[in-house]
Each structure stands twice: as structure tokens, then as C-alpha cells.
């Protein structure tokens, strides 16, 4: 082959390397626009898992490289409030290193000429230089030509990012990879600090726009706002000066492309897609990458076979990973928003922020640390006055919530079971919320039980305007009473623009073929082009729409219902009020997000001045519509004070359904961002949910702080006992469990101390090994003597 590197960086060094070794008749040029070394930046970081990747991937370049890292095992995080109150937390078994980006760009040309690689510097190539060539690899960085030179094919994305950022670099030694959290008067400050060699460490500065701004930062040059900033970390420099390379403030681009490679041309490393330095994944996606390509083109086939199969296996990883760093580098942007809780949950919250740590995971690496988060949480339940749980994870601490004290943490979420006859909840019925409430979950709610025939979505949809459904909810709260100690929540709602509609299974959301009822909405909008169009709620509908859902609470009060939930999301038709996509209206309802918010308001106000005092209310909302134009989070945090300072116990937080052509962008707990934002901001309790499966995840989403209540859906679908597992799992023993089941119960308990025992030495053996330097010193202790 004839190939061509376009981008002398570690994507396209990385990658002639791995194809000239194992095709040397191949002639591979790489052409770099600057000289051999160099370099902007400092150094680069690579975790114990990325270096075995590298180790089987070219064991020559892996070693020269592992013997010029400094190696270390700890993350330490020291938070600096204005009162200069500093703490710290170490937690150690993380396994990084560190190089200097120079060292590393010479070693991997080493080993490229030692193959027999071409190799050109200060010079610019395009890939009509190379019309022999049978693959031209554009590894030409972030601000790629080719790429750009080619955008409608391509079709890149990028989203620059709010805060600003510049690397700098100083003489300051380090023994773990470091976080300096600072409080100034102009606001918060972060230095993401590591060793790379004896004698150096990279700093890199971050801080939101408005902090930014206060410090001048905007109107400074390189050197001065590296000496603005020596004063700013001066105890934590110790005496060290701060060095500059080109240290220019930016805002961190993400960026993304639909197309990754154009007949024999194939983008590589940052030059096709972007991941936040906050993870430190720059450098390892663009050597992975390489890894890819080449075991795509080790596999056989024409060169648009092998590029196809690249892009085909490797972009769902790529994405993995931005996803993550996304997720990261946004818990950087609200900094703030966390700056009020302990010390320990702030440093907990710093560790599973991009969600690839979590509580089990940590506490195979960390135990100390996750049980300073466990004690915490039982310490903070105690003192308001729960029942708290000696030793029990923060899955299994109770809550209470006016006078219902709920015995755990875990919600079995609304889930429409399109399967009552008439609206009244049957056998099918008990047996669902029977069975769920029997498996030890602290809180059930009911489907989305409709105030009216004409609010139904569906006609299987269960209601509460009549005796015989009221009779139908109350055998099944008395059932939930007698045989559990789960609290049992009732889910009001109205279908709105999405009401009239066929059974889930025969098409969601798809209008019904025959059997219609009229349908009203916010604005005569239809969900889909050809869905029933929903006439205008006029003043007249408001009041006896209102006073439905009053007459609904007042039956589920009756019935015996612990807890009330009024449905403001997914579109439905108090969903369609607050969200402007859906509520074009022209008088006092539409408009201001304040005229939005007036009919939701006013059926909250009626319904918790009819439903008991002592009982609790919540608020489900979507808190955005993945859509553009649609509800933002500035609304969203407005939504939650306004139903807060009506009564409103707890915000149900989901998102999205709104209009049929949004975009989510789904993941593991995708939706909880928006509960952390509400909880933490506008300090209202909440309940998260979409995507959480397993109480690892559970456990990590409350010690973190980020909601008060972790509702799962789809796993209790499949296991209705997920609570009891989870119970046996952590070694928990007081979860109810009904008298029939105990024998079950009392063998799950003693047979998962062991499976977890076992399961726990499995993890241990499958950690990535530490990648010490070969000549068995060890490379930090080199690097720092």
C-alpha cells in the first residue's frame, strides 16, 4: 500500500507505526507542519487501562513509553472556600501516568523510523500532494483543513463550550493526579494538575465566564494572566512560578461528525471528534483510533471495506467516550452548584461526574472513602430526624416527606399498563403493584390515572371519576398496606393532545382508527401530522378540567393513597401549557413562561388545598424538550420554585415527549442532570429516573447529592423483587418481606454475601495491571526525587 499521514501528531505516528510493522513493504508517509519537537502543551495522561491497550497493540512503543512516564495511583481533590477553610480527599487505585507530549511525539517517531516510516517536518501537504496513495489519513488536528475543505461531506458539529480554559505548565512537583478547587471574590477557580517528568507538571486552568470576566482575564495577555494566576493558586504552587507555551484562554470546542471518511480519505484523532480534557481522553482517543484503523485494514478487503468497517466498530466507543467527557466537563461548568455540600460529597461528586466511577467502584478502590460517603448520609438522616439505618447504603436510609416516612430510597416509576376495562383497575392491576410492593421498594406509583373518559390516552388507560375505579384503587392500597411497608403514590393526569390514541403496543402515540373522542390541548397543535387535532381548551374546559382532577384526588384520598402526583410532562395537556412548542396561545395562558405556568399552578393549588395536609404532593415535569425553541433550564428551575412555593413536596424529573420530532440524547441516567440542577439550585427535593438499572447506580446518584429519590422503571418490570436483591447484595436485613416469601428471602441473603464475596475478588483480578517502567524503578519516584 501507498498510504499517506496528513498530521505528524500521535493519532498519525501511532498508526504508520502499527502498519508499517506489520506491512513493510507498504511505503507510509507522515508530514507535519511543524519541526520534530515541536510541541504546545505540556504533558499528556494515560490511565493503567489505556497503557494495557497500548502494551498489546506495539509492546516495543509501550515500553519506551511506560519507561518515560511518571506513574501515580491517587486522584486528590482539595476544595478552598473564601473563608480559606482548605480540605482534602485522596482516593487512591486509580492507576494513571504521565509524559511529557514532547517525550512521547520523539518516541513514537523513534520507533516510526526505526520501522522505516517517512517522516517530514515544516511542511504542508494536502491530499492532492498524494494522488498515488491508496488511504491519505487526515490527522490534521482540531481545526482540520481537510475536514473543513470538505464540510458538507463530513458535516461537523461544534459546540463551544462556556467556560474558559488555558494550559500552563510549572516546576511543581506532584504525587497524585490533582484537583485545586479555589474561591476568590471574582468566584471559583479549578487547576487540573499533573506530573509528567522530574522537574514538570501541567496545569490547566479553568473557570466559568463570569468569573472570567470579574478577574479580568479577557483584557490580559499570556504572561500577566499567568501571573494573575500565580496569585490566585500561589499556596498551592508553593513557591513555584507558572510557565507558559502559548497558554491562550479558549473555550473548549466538542465536536462531532456524521462522516468520519470520504472515498480513500479517513479523519483521525481530534480531527474527526473531540473529547474534554477534563477526562484527560484527547491523546488516548487519537491512539485508539489508530489501534482501530489498523485492525480494520488487518481484516482484508478494499480500502472503502476497511474504512466502513472502522467507522462501523469503532464510533459507538468514540461516542461512549465523549459522552462521558461531556458529562464532565458540564459538572465543571456548574461548579457552583455544588459548592455548598460537605466536603466529602464534593469530592465524591468530582469522582463520579463523567459516571464511569461509581459507589461499587469505588469502594473496591477506595473503601475509606465510600464509607465516609455512607456515614454522611446516615449522620445527615439522622439529624433531621429520619429513622436512619446503622451500615446501611444511602439506597436503604429512609425519607420522610410530611408525614410519610418512606422506608427506602427506591420508586417503582408510573408505568401505563393500558389494561383496564372501563378505567377500573383489575386483577392484572394487583397483581402488578402487589407484586412490586412485596419486592421492598420504598415508594409505588401508579400509572397516570386519567381524571376523565375524555383525558385518557388510551382506552386501556386506568381513571378515578367514578365508584367502581375508586373501588378498584382501594382493594388495591389496602393489598399494598397489609403486605408491605412500600408507600403507595397516585398519578393524576390528562392526555391532552396525546389522548385518543391506540394501545402502546399497537402504536404509540398513533391516533385510534375507530372510537375517538374529542381531545383538547393548550393549542389546537396535533402530536403527529396525522394525529387528531385538539381543540383549544377555552376557559369553560379549564374549570371543569380543574375540577376533575379535585374530584380525582378527593376519591384517591378516600381510597387511601399516601401520596399525590399531578402529571405536568410529556406533553400531556398541562405539559402542553408550560412547554411553548405545544402552547401557542394569545391571551393570559401563553406567552411569558409566568402566563404558561398559570392553569398548571392553579389545578396544583386547587389540588393541594382538597388533598389532606399531612400528606405529600409531588410535580412530575419534563424539564426539557429536546428540542430546540422548547423549555430551558432557566424555565425549568423557575417551574420547581413556583410548584415549591405552592406546596409542592418533591419534582418528579423526567424529560422530553413533548413534540414527536425532539432528539433525546439517550445514556445510563441520562435525565439526572436535570433532577441534580433542581435539587441543588432551586433546592427543591427531587425524584430522578430514565435509564437507571442497577443499585450501584442508585447509591452513586444519592451519595452524590444529585436527587432524594431514584425512581427505576424497566428493571421492576422484569424483577419486581429488585429491591430485595439489592437488600441481600449490601447485606441490609430489615427490608419487609411478606411471611410466604421468607424462606426465599433468608436464602437470597445467605447465598449473595457470597456471590458478592466472589464477585468482588473477580473485579480485583480483572483491574488493569500497574504498568511500572521496565527497569523495575519506579517512575514517579524518579520523576519527583
Same mark, same amino acid.
Not at 470 to 490: K, M, N, P, Q, Y
Not at 637 to 644: G, N, P, S, T
Given at each position: 500500500?501507498?498510504?499517506?499521514?496528513?498530521?505528524?501528531?500521535?493519532?498519525?505516528?501511532?498508526?504508520?507505526?502499527?502498519?508499517?510493522?506489520?506491512?513493510?513493504?507498504?511505503?507510509?508517509?507522515?508530514?507535519?507542519?511543524?519541526?520534530?519537537?515541536?510541541?504546545?502543551?505540556?504533558?499528556?495522561?494515560?490511565?493503567?487501562?489505556?497503557?494495557?491497550?497500548?502494551?498489546?497493540?506495539?509492546?516495543?512503543?509501550?515500553?519506551?513509553?511506560?519507561?518515560?512516564?511518571?506513574?501515580?495511583?491517587?486522584?486528590?481533590? !482539595?476544595?478552598?472556600? =473564601?473563608?480559606?477553610?482548605?480540605?482534602?480527599?485522596?482516593?487512591?487505585?486509580?492507576?494513571?501516568?504521565?509524559?511529557?507530549?514532547?517525550?512521547?511525539?520523539?518516541?513514537?517517531?523513534?520507533?516510526?523510523?526505526?520501522?522505516?516510516?517517512?517522516?517530514?517536518?515544516?511542511?504542508?501537504?494536502?491530499?492532492?500532494?498524494?494522488?498515488?496513495?491508496?488511504?491519505?489519513?487526515?490527522?490534521?488536528?482540531?481545526?482540520?483543513?481537510?475536514?473543513?475543505?470538505?464540510?458538507?461531506?463530513?458535516?461537523?458539529?461544534?459546540?463551544?463550550?462556556?467556560?474558559?480554559?488555558?494550559?500552563?505548565?510549572?516546576?511543581?512537583?506532584?504525587?497524585?493526579?490533582?484537583?485545586?478547587?479555589?474561591?476568590?471574590?471574582?468566584?471559583?477557580?479549578?487547576?487540573?494538575?499533573?506530573?509528567?517528568?522530574?522537574?514538570?507538571?501541567?496545569?490547566?486552568?479553568?473557570?466559568?465566564?463570569?468569573?472570567?470576566?470579574?478577574?479580568?482575564?479577557?483584557?490580559?495577555?499570556?504572561?500577566?494572566?499567568?501571573? *494573575?494566576?500565580?496569585?490566585?493558586?500561589?499556596?498551592?504552587?508553593?513557591?513555584?512560578?507558572?510557565?507558559?507555551?502559548?497558554?491562550?484562554?479558549?473555550?473548549?470546542?466538542?465536536?462531532?461528525?456524521?462522516?468520519?471518511?470520504?472515498?480513500?480519505?479517513? =479523519?483521525?484523532?481530534?480531527?474527526?471528534?473531540?473529547?474534554?480534557?477534563?477526562?484527560?481522553?484527547?491523546?488516548?482517543?487519537?491512539?485508539?483510533?489508530?489501534?482501530?484503523?489498523?485492525?480494520?485494514?488487518?481484516?482484508?478487503?478494499?480500502?472503502?471495506?476497511?474504512?466502513?468497517?472502522?467507522?462501523?466498530?469503532?464510533?459507538?466507543?468514540?461516542?461512549?467516550?465523549?459522552?462521558?467527557?461531556?458529562?464532565?466537563?458540564?459538572?465543571?461548568?456548574?461548579?457552583?452548584?455544588?459548592?455548598?455540600?460537605?466536603?466529602?460529597?464534593?469530592?465524591?461528586?468530582?469522582?463520579?461526574?463523567?459516571?464511569?466511577?461509581t459507589w461499587e467502584n469505588l469502594q473496591l478502590r477506595a473503601p475509606e472513602f465510600v464509607e465516609e460517603q455512607r456515614r454522611l448520609?446516615?449522620?445527615?438522616?439522622?439529624?433531621?430526624?429520619?429513622?436512619?439505618?446503622?451500615?446501611?447504603?444511602?439506597?436503604?436510609?429512609?425519607?420522610?416527606?410530611?408525614?410519610?416516612?418512606?422506608?427506602?430510597?427506591?420508586?417503582?416509576?408510573?408505568?401505563?399498563?393500558?389494561?383496564?376495562?372501563?378505567?377500573?383497575?383489575?386483577?392484572?392491576?394487583?397483581?402488578?403493584?402487589?407484586?412490586?410492593?412485596?419486592?421492598?421498594?420504598?415508594?409505588?406509583?401508579?400509572?397516570?390515572? /386519567?381524571?376523565?373518559?375524555?383525558?385518557?390516552?388510551?382506552?386501556?388507560?386506568?381513571?378515578?371519576?367514578?365508584?367502581?375505579?375508586?373501588?378498584?384503587?382501594?382493594?388495591?392500597?389496602?393489598?399494598?398496606?397489609?403486605?408491605?411497608?412500600?408507600?403507595?403514590?397516585?398519578?393524576?393526569?390528562?392526555?391532552?393532545?396525546?389522548?385518543?390514541?391506540?394501545?402502546?403496543?399497537?402504536?404509540?402515540?398513533?391516533?385510534?382508527?375507530?372510537?375517538?373522542?374529542?381531545?383538547?390541548?393548550?393549542?389546537?397543535?396535533?402530536?403527529?401530522?396525522?394525529?387528531?387535532?385538539?381543540?383549544?381548551?377555552?376557559?369553560?374546559?379549564?374549570?371543569?378540567?380543574?375540577?376533575?382532577?379535585?374530584?380525582?384526588?378527593?376519591?384517591?384520598?378516600?381510597?387511601?393513597?399516601?401520596?399525590?402526583?399531578?402529571?405536568?410532562?410529556?406533553?400531556?395537556?398541562?405539559?402542553? *401549557?408550560?412547554?411553548?412548542?405545544?402552547?401557542?396561545?394569545?391571551?393570559?395562558?401563553?406567552?411569558?413562561?409566568?402566563?404558561?405556568?398559570?392553569?398548571?399552578?392553579?389545578?396544583?393549588?386547587?389540588?393541594?388545598?382538597?388533598?389532606?395536609?399531612?400528606?405529600?404532593?409531588?410535580?412530575?415535569?419534563?424539564?426539557?424538550?429536546?428540542?430546540?425553541?422548547?423549555?430551558?433550564?432557566?424555565?425549568?428551575?423557575?417551574?420547581?420554585?413556583? *410548584?415549591?412555593?405552592?406546596? /409542592?413536596?418533591?419534582?418528579? !424529573?423526567?424529560?422530553?415527549?413533548?413534540?414527536?420530532?425532539?432528539?433525546?440524547?439517550?445514556?445510563?441516567?441520562?435525565?439526572?442532570?436535570?433532577?441534580?440542577?433542581?435539587?441543588?439550585?432551586?433546592?427543591?427535593?427531587?425524584?430522578?429516573?430514565?435509564?437507571?438499572?442497577?443499585?450501584?447506580?442508585?447509591?452513586?446518584?444519592?451519595?452524590?447529592?444529585?436527587?432524594?429519590?431514584?425512581?427505576?422503571?424497566?428493571?421492576?418490570?422484569?424483577?419486581?423483587?429488585?429491591?430485595?436483591?439489592?437488600?441481600?447484595?449490601?447485606?441490609?436485613?430489615?427490608?419487609?418481606?411478606?411471611?410466604?416469601?421468607?424462606?426465599?428471602?433468608?436464602?437470597?441473603?445467605?447465598?449473595?454475601?457470597?456471590?458478592?464475596?466472589?464477585?468482588?475478588?473477580?473485579?480485583?483480578?480483572?483491574?488493569?495491571?500497574?504498568?511500572?517502567?521496565?527497569?523495575?524503578?519506579?517512575?514517579?519516584?524518579?520523576?519527583?526525587?
Amino acid at each position: 500500500m501507498r498510504i499517506a499521514i496528513i498530521g505528524g501528531g500521535p493519532a498519525g505516528l501511532y498508526f504508520a507505526i502499527l502498519m508499517k510493522r506489520d506491512r513493510p513493504e507498504s511505503r507510509i508517509t507522515v508530514v507535519e507542519r511543524n519541526r520534530a519537537d515541536d510541541t504546545f502543551g505540556f504533558g499528556v495522561v494515560f490511565s493503567d487501562q489505556t497503557l494495557a491497550t497500548f502494551e498489546r497493540a506495539d509492546e516495543p512503543s509501550y515500553r519506551a513509553i511506560t519507561d518515560a512516564f511518571a506513574y501515580w495511583d491517587d486522584i486528590e481533590i !482539595v476544595r478552598t472556600p =473564601l473563608d480559606g477553610a482548605t480540605t482534602s480527599h485522596r482516593i487512591g487505585g486509580n492507576g494513571f501516568c504521565g509524559c511529557s507530549r514532547r517525550t512521547l511525539l520523539l518516541l513514537l517517531q523513534g520507533r516510526a523510523r526505526e520501522l522505516g516510516v517517512e517522516l517530514l517536518f515544516q511542511q504542508e501537504a494536502t491530499p492532492e500532494d498524494f494522488p498515488d496513495a491508496d488511504l491519505i489519513v487526515a490527522a490534521d488536528g482540531i481545526n482540520s483543513p481537510i475536514r473543513e475543505g470538505n464540510r458538507d461531506h463530513f458535516a461537523p458539529e461544534v459546540d463551544l463550550r462556556p467556560n474558559r480554559f488555558a494550559w500552563m505548565g510549572s516546576t511543581r512537583p506532584f504525587d497524585a493526579f490533582t484537583f485545586f478547587f479555589k474561591e476568590r471574590p471574582e468566584g471559583i477557580f479549578v487547576a487540573h494538575c499533573y506530573q509528567y517528568q522530574r522537574g514538570a507538571s501541567t496545569w490547566v486552568m479553568e473557570t466559568d465566564p463570569a468569573t472570567f470576566a470579574r478577574a479580568g482575564l479577557d483584557g490580559m495577555g499570556e504572561d500577566e494572566s499567568a501571573r *494573575f494566576l500565580e496569585g490566585v493558586f500561589a499556596e498551592e504552587l508553593d513557591g513555584h512560578r507558572l510557565i507558559t507555551n502559548r497558554s491562550l484562554w479558549r473555550r473548549f470546542p466538542m465536536l462531532r461528525c456524521r462522516r468520519w471518511s470520504r472515498d480513500n480519505v479517513v =479523519l483521525l484523532g481530534d480531527a474527526k471528534a473531540t473529547a474534554h480534557f477534563s477526562i484527560g481522553s484527547g491523546t488516548k482517543l487519537a491512539m485508539e483510533d489508530a489501534i482501530h484503523l489498523h485492525a480494520a485494514f488487518r481484516q482484508g478487503g478494499s480500502v472503502a471495506d476497511c474504512l466502513a468497517r472502522f467507522e462501523g466498530a469503532r464510533r459507538e466507543e468514540v461516542e461512549k467516550t465523549q459522552h462521558a467527557a461531556d458529562v464532565s466537563l458540564v459538572w465543571f461548568e456548574h461548579v457552583r452548584r455544588f459548592w455548598h455540600m460537605p466536603p466529602s460529597r464534593f469530592s465524591f461528586g468530582v469522582m463520579t461526574r463523567s459516571k464511569a466511577i461509581t459507589w461499587e467502584n469505588l469502594q473496591l478502590r477506595a473503601p475509606e472513602f465510600v464509607e465516609e460517603q455512607r456515614r454522611l448520609f446516615e449522620d445527615e438522616a439522622r439529624t433531621v430526624g429520619f429513622p436512619a439505618k446503622d451500615g446501611a447504603p444511602p439506597m436503604f436510609q429512609p425519607l420522610r416527606l410530611r408525614g410519610m416516612t418512606v422506608p427506602n430510597r427506591i420508586v417503582v416509576s408510573p408505568m401505563c399498563q393500558y389494561s383496564a376495562e372501563g378505567g377500573v383497575p383489575g386483577d392484572w392491576h394487583l397483581m402488578h403493584y402487589g407484586a412490586r410492593a412485596t419486592g421492598g421498594a420504598g415508594l409505588l406509583f401508579t400509572e397516570m390515572t /386519567c381524571v376523565s373518559a375524555d383525558a385518557r390516552i388510551t382506552p386501556g388507560c386506568t381513571g378515578l371519576w367514578n365508584d367502581a375505579q375508586e373501588s378498584g384503587w382501594r382493594r388495591i392500597v389496602d393489598f399494598v398496606h397489609a403486605h408491605s411497608d412500600t408507600r403507595i403514590a397516585l398519578q393524576l393526569g390528562h392526555a391532552g393532545q396525546k389522548g385518543a390514541t391506540k394501545l402502546m403496543w399497537e402504536g404509540m402515540d398513533r391516533p385510534l382508527d375507530a372510537g375517538a373522542w374529542p381531545i383538547v390541548s393548550a393549542s389546537a397543535v396535533p402530536y403527529f401530522p396525522e394525529s387528531q387535532v385538539p381543540r383549544e381548551a377555552t376557559r369553560a374546559d379549564m374549570d371543569r378540567i380543574r375540577d376533575e382532577f379535585v374530584a380525582a384526588a378527593v376519591r384517591g384520598a378516600r381510597a387511601g393513597f399516601d401520596m399525590l402526583e399531578l402529571h405536568c410532562a410529556h406533553g400531556y395537556l398541562l405539559a402542553s *401549557f408550560l412547554s411553548p412548542l405545544t402552547n401557542r396561545r394569545g391571551d393570559e395562558y401563553g406567552g411569558s413562561l409566568e402566563n404558561r405556568l398559570r392553569f398548571p399552578l392553579e389545578v396544583f393549588r386547587a389540588l393541594r388545598a382538597a388533598w389532606p395536609a399531612d400528606r405529600p404532593m409531588s410535580v412530575r415535569i419534563s424539564a426539557t424538550d429536546w428540542a430546540e425553541g422548547g423549555i430551558t433550564d432557566d424555565d425549568s428551575l423557575a417551574i420547581a420554585r413556583a *410548584f415549591a412555593a405552592e406546596g /409542592c413536596d418533591l419534582l418528579d !424529573v423526567s424529560t422530553g415527549q413533548t413534540v414527536a420530532d425532539s432528539t433525546p440524547h439517550y445514556g445510563r441516567m441520562y435525565q439526572v442532570p436535570w433532577a441534580d440542577m433542581i435539587r441543588n439550585e432551586a433546592k427543591v427535593a427531587t425524584m430522578c429516573v430514565g435509564s437507571i438499572t442497577s443499585a450501584d447506580q442508585v447509591n452513586t446518584i444519592l451519595a452524590a447529592g444529585r436527587a432524594d429519590l431514584v425512581a427505576l422503571a424497566r428493571p421492576h418490570l422484569v424483577d419486581p423483587s429488585f429491591t430485595l436483591r439489592a437488600a441481600a447484595k449490601y447485606g441490609v436485613r430489615d427490608v419487609t418481606c411478606p411471611p410466604q416469601y421468607r424462606w426465599g428471602n433468608e436464602a437470597l441473603l445467605r447465598n449473595a454475601g457470597r456471590e458478592e464475596a466472589d464477585l468482588l475478588e473477580l473485579r480485583r483480578k480483572a483491574r488493569p495491571k500497574r504498568h511500572a517502567p521496565s527497569n523495575g524503578t519506579a517512575a514517579f519516584a524518579r520523576a519527583a526525587e
